[in-house]
């Protein structure tokens, strides 16, 4: 069993920054890709970033330039460094990790851009 559990979501205003985590415990041996995706209300999902076990990141051109991806391999774990953040950021962020060639999804933490 592979659990995946989100943290650091909340309110912020326009312009600012947040720091989103995501730990994946359980039988774990290696994670290959994890990555971090959004669904806004009435939106579908849609990928924000994504780092390799390599290192190697993709990003959504909407948040190029903004938000950092990155990982630690020893902590099964994964961040999203957000900064001038929008309105338009605002969405339900969820958190993927695959492994054992599966995709393990967490619950999502909700982030709001408001002033």
């Known amino acids: 069993q592979v659990q995946v559990l989100e943290s650091g979501g909340g309110l912020v205003q326009p312009g600012g920054s947040l720091r989103l985590s995501c730990a994946a415990s359980g039988t774990i041996f290696s994670i290959n890709a994890m990555g971090w995706y959004r669904q806004a209300p009435g939106k579908q999902r849609e990928l924000v970033a994504t780092i390799a076990s390599t290192g190697s990141t993709n990003y959504a051109d909407s948040v190029k330039g903004r938000f950092t991806i990155s990982r630690d391999n020893v902590k099964n774990t994964v961040y999203l460094q957000m900064a001038s953040l929008k309105p338009e950021d605002t969405a339900v962020y969820y958190c993927?990790?695959?492994?054992?060639?599966?995709?393990?999804w967490g619950k999502g933490t909700l982030v709001t851009v408001s002033s």
């Open positions: 993927n990790c695959q492994l054992f060639g599966m995709n393990y």
